[in-house]
């Protein structure tokens, strides 16, 4: 079961580089997340798309831009990386119209940005 | 807007013994779900356990249950036989519902939990 799937797993950055976090799912879920993880902050929503063609911001979105491919794939691009997106980034699918389903999180990508 | 306290940084507790992590919240919205995630050192996040504002019953999972008080909007969750292996991090979080369709979590700052012999 390979589930919610996130590449890659390490990158270190330079100040200014960009990059494109992807992250699929094989569960035919309707709702894709991106979340980040700070210390002592919990995981902070940056972006969602409620379903395949509709994307919407969340609590922490400047910097980033997103991007639903298709209904398996959601990918989080920073387009100039600053050293306060160092994290640890989560991707998370779940399925519509189940009130009581979890998300499921990919095993997240931890992200340098020198 | 809705907002997730988890008051415990750190709790010890010895193996085999129970323990209480806590978690309050705060919602206008009378429809909502109450999550439990456990993230181990290895860093994923693993679902335990789910309650809805509108479940008679506290939830169970095996060795997880969740003591939901309504009126003080509480969720604890208690696990009980601790192992060693319940060594990790626990986020309790909320399910809101967004605007745009569909909904999201607010996780609240979590509880490292160590278990010890």
């Known amino acids: 079961n390979a589930g919610v799937t996130q590449t890659p797993k390490f990158q270190v950055l330079k100040t200014g580089q960009s990059m494109t976090l992807q992250c699929a799912q094989d569960?035919?879920?309707?709702?894709m997340y991106w979340y980040r993880q700070d210390p002592g902050m919990g995981l902070r929503l940056i972006y969602y798309s409620a379903s395949e063609g509709t994307t919407d911001k969340g609590e922490v979105p400047n910097g980033y831009n997103v991007s639903r491919l298709n209904k398996r794939e959601f990918s989080l691009r920073l387009e100039s990386a600053a050293p306060s997106q160092t994290s640890v980034y989560f991707c998370?699918?779940?399925?519509?119209?189940?009130?009581?389903?979890?998300?499921?999180f990919g095993d997240g990508t931890r992200l340098s940005i020198l | 807007a809705q907002k997730i306290t988890q008051t415990q940084p750190g709790m010890f507790v010895q193996e085999k013994e129970a323990v209480t992590l806590d978690c309050t919240y705060d919602t206008s919205d009378p429809s909502y779900g109450l999550f439990w995630y456990k993230q181990p050192s290895s860093g994923e996040m693993i679902f335990l356990i789910y309650?809805?504002?509108?479940?008679?019953q506290n939830a169970t999972e095996g060795r997880y249950s969740l003591n939901f008080q309504k009126a003080r909007k509480s969720a604890n969750l208690v696990i009980s036989a601790s192992q060693l292996g319940d060594s990790a991090m626990y986020f309790c979080a909320m399910r809101e519902r967004l605007t745009g369709g569909g909904n999201k979590l607010t996780f609240g700052t979590g509880t490292q939990l160590k278990v010890e012999l």
């Open positions: 998370a699918s779940r399925p519509t119209g189940y009130y009581n389903q979890p998300q499921h």
């Open positions: 569960m035919n879920h309707n709702s």
């Open positions: 309650q809805g504002s509108y479940d008679q």
